[in-house]
């Protein structure tokens, strides 16, 4: 305990750095209040620490000593920032008359960038040097004054809520003083009245700056504009700077090259060593090009990111202050829009490396010329023609060397700016991708438009007069037109070149569209036909789409500026179109749907009638929903495409209800009817009411993945089917090769008889069983492509949506119970249990719920498709274990989600585990048995079983019973325990061959040979005996009336026995019959007695 006393004696110590050991006295309503010194904490902990209580107990009354020093650090920062702003306040007019002043000043100081054509390289570096450092000030105090007018802006919504907060804990302290006097807790008592005060010191700190807002806003626009001139300025003069140093060296590395020209006009070999100093110098004109741009781009990358992290600096205290409010959302889209989009022209995982491994061969090269005369020497043996020439060559190798030190410098340069832009642009990645991730989940919950009440009512009409005011002034400006003319251009005439084509073709694809559907299930069919087609109907589709995107692009450019903006939605109102005027088109009657796809002509003509009510209500919601996710800061005033999508939500909510009541009254739906037409009313439904709460951002947000998942829905539906009509058409050309091949075998079997040869029944029920066969390899075949087609359908879902899975985290924050404790002054949250936690837990449910109907199934085919008829047990070992398992993993994780971990529950299951061990342990009997019997698999589904005088055939393993189907039909269930604990035959378990016991019994005056003889020739004719088996027929008993002779056959299925009975009994009555043999039986004398006469009649 004494560690933990000094530990909090530090702590305390710690938290008041600016008290001396001298008290401070404070005037407060509750009078003088003298601050506690860190000696007088220290005596009270000393104290708490030498009482005879427990540790609890001296952990609860240390711990307000530690609050203490928060308050009175509180309180000490308060009138700090109460004494600043008064002196800030009294000094604003002032300043604003100096910054006004200032700002005149900067902008005539400011405005021309100097000539620099006349500085030297030295003066240029010197001055480059200079201008970086001012630059990096400058965007230091221009970061600081975008903070400082953030802050301002969020102060009405954070004052409110903060003197709110304050006024609710002053009104607690209040009572808690009038209960407490300075006698009977004078620490408590001071510190309370201390709290009191900082509080309203607060409140009046935050009142003050309120009334003084719009000055303050005017000193920090002051400064934002003075800043942005002087950061204008200081980088256009440095890319200036920066480029006259580039053109200095080019000039001097060119006057090189035309001196070293006159010396090559003698020498052929001196001319090559002047083309190697020649290229050496294009290497460094070339490197300082690099280097001037990895400069820029590191400079940008800068800029972007002091905007960045002073966006993030300013993001906790906006979210904490003005969480909740119309502003905030606005705020936050305007801030994101602020966010600056740097792109990186050079590829720095490529360069560097190379920039390495350039500097180590020029370090060698460098090493080579080390000794100028020996290398010289080296090049004379080499070329003798060069000795005449050996001053010019040594002031060449001179030239060399210093341009491979400058090619060295300049690459060091290189390398150093590349591997901080490299590192710079890493972080800010980094920080956007938090910035924007963490922007974009809470405005996902923020309503960004008023709701529809009586305020939207009110500012209808001005907010429509603002938005087409806006709209005109953009017209108006020349960028505007010459923006839209030339997206216009790039649109205008390969629309019409397309919609010229396919009107002239038109014709010619209805014929061809015509010709491929009499193709259809006849010879001439192939795998091309359905592809073709759907190619056709696409031709024939592009006239609409042409026209509705020309009609639609009008639209976009008046709602958007720029080109590349313009360009990105057209191309997307382009997809729309296509989507969905070809899905009418192949619904049309008689086309691909119908003749292709064997869709009912009912269920099509529904599906068109409501898809053409609707498509043109669905594509004005995703082009708005394009346009303002390109251009988030319009949504807060967009009032007409917020009415646009709302009629149209609505429209299409009431449309869908009218759909699903009309289908509802004519015939009874179906699970999944009933959950598609749910869907279908709910999804506008909830944007509809969204819409009205005034939560525009979450519905663009949504409507385009919603879309997009439709998108691959429909285009999994499309190769779904095709992938079908393949299989089928594959089907059908290996049924006509096999009736074609008949025929010829009959016929050359018969001799080449010229009789057209007929089949049989025998071949014509072998040909039905390869159709049956074909059939059944085809629905398997379907079924696993189309389980692989499923599983990527949701693979690209999870992509369209995983990017808003983090808007789940602010559920997290939404507490539907937690379990706090104090420590240290600070409250932690133990465990705790959010919105989030429900919803993940529930989603989890879900899939397990899905993957538990679909993915047994989906293994079990996979192992079905194994030609083995043993694998089919092993199939259903599989769906059965794969379920269990699935089913245990789902319930985990869902435990998982809501918090329980397996700490929490080890105790619960041991105690149950003990109680229920008693009552239910015939049941966790029958369960481990049936683990063990799925897994030994000495029991399989189809095996002919005998336990306890029942036999029958295995037609279902569960967890806790086995179910049998017994030769009189009946289905009796049995404890998987009795598998276990009893005796069992297992008829199939690893050979079907069995023994099939016949016996017949002849006179004794028959020929026994003759009739065993006889016993031969009918069991060599029985076609259900196992060939690799021998028969044995032997004389077993003389009886009293007849020779028993007895027939040990072996049959190879379990279901030939009464077959084979009944066969060797038919056979044997009547060969023997034929034969004269005798089989005797029990013979009965009836003697009848006549009471009256005495007479009898004997009967035998």
């Not at 008592?189 to 509080?199: C, I, K, N, P, S």
């Not at 004005?620 to 949504?635: C, K, M, Q, T």
């Amino acid at each position: 305990m004494r560690y933990l006393s000094f530990i909090f004696a530090a702590l305390f110590a710690l938290s008041l750095p600016q008290l001396s050991a001298k008290a401070q006295t404070v005037e407060t309503d509750f009078g003088a209040v003298e601050l506690p010194t860190d000696e007088e904490i220290n005596a009270q902990i000393n104290e708490i620490d030498g009482s005879k209580i427990s540790d609890a107990e001296k952990q609860q009354k240390l711990q307000p000593l530690i609050n203490a020093g928060t308050i009175i650090d509180k309180y000490v920062k308060t009138s700090q920032q109460n004494d600043d702003f008064a002196k800030t306040k009294a000094q604003a007019p002032a300043q604003l008359k100096e910054l006004e002043h200032e700002l005149q000043q900067t902008k005539a100081q400011y405005s021309t960038v100097p000539d620099v054509s006349t500085r030297s390289a030295d003066e240029i570096s010197a001055k480059l040097t200079e201008l970086n450092a001012q630059l990096q000030e400058v965007q230091e105090n221009l970061a600081d004054a975008n903070a400082d007018y953030t802050a301002l802006q969020t102060l009405p919504n954070r004052a409110q809520n903060t003197i709110a907060k304050n006024n609710a804990r002053i009104s607690e302290l209040s009572s808690a003083l009038s209960a407490t006097t300075a006698l009977t807790d004078p620490l408590n008592y001071r510190v309370m009245a201390l709290e009191h005060y900082t509080l309203e010191l607060e409140n009046t700190l935050l009142q003050d700056e309120l009334s003084s807002q719009n000055v303050l806003q005017d000193l920090a626009n002051y400064r934002i504009h003075i800043n942005t001139i002087k950061n204008d300025y200081l980088v256009s003069y440095i890319h200036a700077l920066q480029t006259a140093q580039r053109e200095l060296s080019t000039a001097g590395l060119a006057k090189a090259q035309e001196e070293d020209s006159e010396l090559s006009k003698y020498n052929a070999a001196l001319q090559q060593q002047i083309s190697a100093n020649q290229q050496i110098s294009s290497y460094i004109d070339k490197q300082l090009q690099d280097n001037q741009r990895l400069s820029q781009e590191l400079q940008q990358v800068q800029t972007a990111l002091n905007i960045v992290n002073q966006i993030e600096d300013t993001l906790d205290e906006q979210l904490s202050g003005v969480n909740g409010s119309l502003f905030l959302s606005r705020l936050l889209n305007r801030q994101q829009s602020e966010i600056p989009n740097v792109k990186i022209s050079f590829n720095l995982d490529e360069l560097i490396p190379n920039l390495n491994v350039w500097l180590y061969d020029l370090r060698s090269y460098r090493d080579e010329l080390f000794d100028i005369d020996n290398y010289c020497a080296g090049l004379i043996a080499k070329y003798p023609e060069l000795a005449q020439h050996q001053d010019d060559l040594k002031e060449l190798m001179h030239q060399r060397r210093s341009l491979f030190d400058e090619l060295y410098q300049s690459m060091s340069s290189g390398l150093s700016q590349a591997i901080n832009l490299k590192i710079k642009n890493t972080e800010l990645q980094q920080t956007t991708a938090r910035v924007k991730g963490t922007i974009n989940d809470h405005l996902f919950w923020l309503s960004s438009n008023l709701p529809l009440s009586t305020d939207f009512a009110a500012a209808f009409i001005p907010t429509l007069k603002a938005q087409l005011d806006n709209i005109a002034e953009n017209t108006r400006t020349p960028g505007f037109w010459q923006n839209t003319f030339h997206t216009f251009s790039l649109l205008f005439f390969p629309l019409v070149v397309i919609f010229a084509l396919t009107m002239v073709f038109k014709p010619h694809l209805k014929r061809r569209d015509d010709q491929l559907a009499m193709r259809l299930d006849r010879k001439t069919d192939g795998y091309l036909v359905t592809p073709e087609a759907l190619l056709v109907r696409l031709g024939l589709a592009i006239p609409r789409i042409a026209l509705f995107t020309a009609l639609g692009a009008v639209f976009i450019f008046f709602a958007l500026d720029t080109m590349a903006q313009q360009l990105s939605v057209v191309n997307m109102l382009i997809l729309h179109l296509t989507i969905f005027i070809f899905f009418i088109e192949i619904l049309k009657p008689n086309s691909i749907m119908q003749r292709h796809f064997c869709m009912p002509p009912a269920v099509i003509a529904k599906q068109r009638l409501m898809l053409d009510k609707l498509w043109l209500a669905i594509v004005p919601i995703l082009i708005v929903a394009n346009i303002r996710e390109i251009d988030p800061p319009g949504i807060s005033t967009d009032l007409i495409g917020y009415c646009l999508t709302l009629c149209c939500t609505g429209y299409i909510t009431y449309i869908a209800v009218k759909f699903l009541k009309q289908e509802f009254s004519e015939k009874e739906l179906s699970f999944m009817s009933w959950v598609k037409g749910l869907l279908l009313i709910i999804i506008p439904l909830t944007l509809f009411v969204m819409l009205a709460l005034g939560y525009y951002y979450t519905v663009i947000k949504l409507v385009n993945r919603i879309a997009i998942s439709l998108y691959t829905c429909i285009l999994y539906i499309i190769i779904s089917s095709t992938i079908r009509r393949e299989l089928f058409v594959a089907e059908n050309r290996m049924v006509r090769r096999m009736r074609a091949q008949h025929p010829a075998a009959l016929q050359q079997k018969n001799g080449h008889s010229k009789k057209q040869a007929v089949y049989n029944k025998k071949e014509e029920r072998q040909k039905q069983l390869d159709t049956l066969r074909l059939e059944l390899i085809n629905n398997k075949a379907f079924k696993l492509i189309n389980g692989v087609l499923i599983c990527l359908t949701a693979f690209l879902l999870y992509l369209q949506w995983n990017d808003l899975a983090g808007v789940l985290n602010y559920l997290d924050t939404i507490y539907l119970w937690k379990d706090e404790s104090l420590v240290n002054g600070v409250i932690t949250l133990n465990k705790s249990l959010s919105l989030a936690d429900i919803i993940i837990a529930a989603l989890v449910l879900v899939v397990t719920v899905i993957l538990n109907r679909n993915l047994p199934s989906l293994m079990e085919r996979m192992v079905m498709l194994k030609p083995n008829p043993r694998f089919k047990s092993t199939s259903y070992t599989v769906r059965i274990l794969s379920s269990y398992i699935i089913i245990a993993l789902g319930i985990v994780f869902a435990a998982g989600a809501l918090g329980i971990s397996w700490n929490n529950l080890q105790w619960l299951v041991a105690a149950l585990s003990v109680g229920l061990g008693f009552g239910l342990q015939e049941i966790f009997a029958n369960f481990v048995s049936g683990i063990i019997i799925l897994f030994e698999r000495q029991l399989r589904v189809g095996d002919i079983v005998t336990l306890n005088n029942l036999s029958g055939t295995v037609s279902k393993i569960r967890i806790r019973a086995t179910t049998i189907v017994s030769f009189d039909n009946k289905e009796v269930l049995i404890p998987n325990r009795e598998f276990i604990t009893t005796a069992l035959t297992n008829w199939s378990l690893s050979n079907t061959v069995t023994k099939v016991e016949f016996a017949i019994g002849v006179s004794y005056d028959a020929d026994i040979n003759k009739a065993k003889s006889i016993l031969h020739q009918i069991v060599r004719g029985c076609k259900y005996l196992a060939a690799e088996k021998p028969y044995t027929i032997y004389v077993s008993s003389l009886d009293a009336s007849c020779v028993t002779i007895m027939c040990e056959v072996f049959v190879n299925e379990i279901g030939n026995r009464k077959p084979t009975t009944d066969y060797l009994s038919t056979e044997t009555l009547r060969r023997f019959a034929e034969a004269g043999i005798e089989i005797p039986f029990n013979q009965l004398d009836v003697k009848l007695k006549n009471l009256d006469n005495g007479q009898s009649l004997k009967i035998g």
